[in-house]
Every structure is written in structure tokens, then in C-alpha cells.
């Protein structure tokens, strides 16, 4: 099994190392990461600038642009072989609900995903790597059940995994959930600059609003492992029927008047 690894901190970041050193033994692991932090990045592609790839003493590449630059590189150029699975992570802090929407670190495996390649999000639920190596023995224990189930070589597949910051014996099993929603953003902070100008500092994500039963906020909160299976199609298919009516009303009410 070829698996190739990136992330969203940036390729000295602690849950990178951890998730390669829990890696390197059961597959054979290439990471290719960014040079520098670019959490919220999404799916962000460098367009209007070249991309240079260099590589660390321990044998990393990093490249100076974003988690899906690192991965598109890879797949179209860097790498000789096409990877069987894509690993992002281990993000420092939560990609649950919204936060999937900004994530680096689940755009790093959807640019995969986009490409065929299953590929699964690593995240931790709170700053500051408390515990990174327990999450990273759940990457590997999931990686090696996913391996053993076939599901790697079959259809492609894009999961999302959250990991509360707890001892590996003190987690309980994986839940399959869906996501939940977050409040708003807390307000942007603003400060004078030395020439006097205004500057605008995005602020935190809010609080959990969807967190009931069946989210991964509600899971993770339990102390379970959460993992989301995710799309890409963003169709309202709910509502097709309605805005096909409210068009269909438009154009007889533009070809009435």
C-alpha cells in the first residue's frame, strides 16, 4: 500500500510527524506538505504564482503553497506512481460541521478524492497537540481495518475523522455521524495600525448549534471517535422542485409584462 501524506500546519507540524512515524511501518508513506501554516485554505489552488517544492533533512517535501497545491503537485507531477490512499492530518484543532467548508486539512484530501483516490481528514477536537500520538494510533488502526475490509482499490471515498484529546485507552470506538452546524463566527477584531490604518483580524469559529444526537459534536463530546463520510455535490436536491416552479413563474410573468 502506497500512502501519500499531507496536511494544513505545515510540514514540521507535531501531528504530521506523528501520523507519518504511525504510517511508515504498514505502508510504504511519501509526504508532501506546505511549507507554512495554511489552515482555512479550503480547496485553494495557486494559480497566479509558481510552486516550488523543497525537501526537509528527514526527507518531507514541503511546497510553498496550499494543502491542495501540495496534493495536485503530487498527483500530476511530483510522484511516479499514483497513491492508493491520501491521509491529511493531523490537524491541530476541530474540522467538525462548517469548519469542513474552510478546512485545509479535509480540502488537502478532497483534491484527492477529486481525483479518484479514497482519502480520509485527520483532526484533533482541540489546539495544542495534548495527546497527537493516541490519534495518530487512530489513523492507523483505521487505515489497517480499512485496508482489511478491501475499501481501498474499490470506489473512491472522502472521510472526515475527529479525535478528542484523550489517552488511546481512554477513547471509545468510532461513530459514524453526520455533521453538525456551528452559531456564527464570534466578530472580526480590529486594531490601529503603527500608520494608522484599520486592521481587520478574522475572528474565532462560534460555538456548536447543531450538536444532538448523530453529530459528530455530540459524538466527540462523548468521547468518541467521529467519522463523517463526505460528497462533493452541493445540489439543494430538497429544493430543485421548488426553484424550478419559482423560475418557471418568472419567465411567464417576464413574458406577460
Not at 510527524?17 to 489552488?45: C, G, R, T
Not at 467538525?96 to 483534491?111: F, H, K, P, R
Amino acid at each position: 500500500m502506497k500512502i501519500l501524506i499531507s496536511n494544513d500546519d505545515g510540514f514540521q507540524a507535531p501531528g504530521l510527524v506523528a501520523l507519518h512515524d504511525a504510517l511508515k511501518d504498514i505502508a510504504e508513506v511519501e509526504v508532501v506538505a506546505p511549507e507554512h501554516n495554511n489552515s482555512a485554505k479550503s480547496n485553494a489552488l495557486t494559480l497566479a504564482a509558481p510552486l516550488y517544492v523543497h525537501k526537509a533533512h528527514n526527507g518531507f517535501r514541503y511546497v510553498t503553497g496550499t494543502p491542495a497545491d501540495c496534493v495536485h503537485i503530487a498527483l500530476k507531477g511530483l510522484l511516479d506512481y499514483r497513491p492508493d490512499l491520501v491521509v491529511s492530518g493531523i490537524n491541530n484543532g476541530a474540522n467538525m460541521g462548517d469548519d469542513t467548508i474552510y478546512s485545509g486539512t479535509v480540502g488537502a484530501a478532497m483534491e484527492a478524492y477529486l481525483f479518484g483516490i479514497p482519502a480520509i481528514a485527520f483532526s484533533q477536537i482541540e489546539k495544542g497537540w495534548a495527546h497527537v500520538d493516541a490519534a495518530a494510533q487512530v489513523a492507523r488502526r483505521l487505515v489497517l481495518q480499512i485496508e482489511r475490509e478491501k475499501l481501498i482499490g474499490g470506489n473512491p471515498f472522502l472521510l472526515n475523522v475527529n479525535v478528542p484529546n484523550l489517552p488511546f485507552d481512554q477513547l471509545k470506538p468510532v461513530k459514524v455521524c453526520r455533521l453538525g452546524r456551528r452559531h456564527a463566527a464570534e466578530k472580526v477584531i480590529t486594531q490601529d495600525s503603527p500608520r494608522g490604518e484599520t486592521m481587520y483580524w478574522i475572528a474565532g469559529a462560534g460555538s456548536a448549534k447543531d450538536s444532538g444526537e448523530g453529530t459528530d459534536f455530540h459524538a466527540t463530546a462523548a468521547g468518541h471517535v467521529a467519522l463523517t463520510p463526505l460528497q462533493i455535490d452541493l445540489t439543494d436536491h430538497a429544493n430543485l422542485g421548488d426553484w424550478n416552479e419559482t423560475m418557471a413563474r418568472v419567465a411567464r410573468s417576464a413574458a406577460g409584462g
